[in-house]
């Protein structure tokens, strides 16, 4: 496995802190940004950080913003979000999109990546309870090795793979190390 990078992740209505999230990266504090894309910033967050040269990944929106591919209700919606999002990656130039496969069905959100038609998707692993007790799709290895089963990459989230490790009262190491079978 490759080195493990650290990242920090900013909300794109986190401008303020962009500036030092630069100064983060030449100190090599930081490997690279993960930029969570908040409906409505993307032409403030392009103007930004566009011509930056830290590398960045774009998170999408998630369901703190009511994006939820799992849920057939919010089809259109997600699409429709999902359009900002391709925006924001593709002014900035950075192809590489993080997804939550949020909750619901699971086959309602392999359908929903497929539908964004966007190549470049990496899938993170959830928890297995959201906020609200909801829960989750995407906490096993399993579920994961759906997505990428379908072309899709994977963002491994540690904090997320603890909480479900615990919740199903697996042993922390055995389940980190079936994720990392999936070579994310």
Not at 73 to 101: C, G, Q, R, T, W
Not at 105 to 112: E, G, N, T, V, Y
Not at 117 to 129: A, F, S, T
Not at 155 to 178: N, R, T, V
Request: net charge positive; glycine share 6%.
């Amino acid at each position: 496995m490759d080195k493990i990078k650290c990242g920090l992740k900013l909300w794109s209505s986190n401008e303020e802190l962009f500036d030092q999230a630069k100064e983060l990266f030449k100190k090599k504090e930081i490997d690279f940004i993960e930029v969570y894309v908040v409906p409505g910033s993307t032409n403030r967050v392009i103007a930004k950080l566009k011509g930056s040269n830290i590398p960045m990944v774009i998170h999408a929106t998630h369901s703190s913003h009511n994006f939820n591919p799992g849920s057939k209700d919010k089809f259109e919606y997600n699409l429709k979000l999902f359009v900002e999002i391709k925006k924001v990656a593709s002014e900035l130039n950075f192809p590489k999109i993080i997804i939550h496969p949020e909750q619901g069905d699971i086959q309602q959100s392999l359908a929903c990546f497929d539908k964004l038609d966007y190549p470049n998707i990496l899938v993170e692993n959830m928890p297995k309870k959201g906020l609200q007790g909801e829960e989750l799709i995407g906490y096993t290895p399993q579920e994961i090795k759906l997505f990428l089963d379908k072309g899709y990459g994977f963002c491994f989230d540690i904090g997320h793979a603890i909480k479900a490790a615990y919740s199903l009262k697996k042993d922390l190491k055995q389940f980190i190390k079936e994720f990392f079978k999936l070579k994310p």
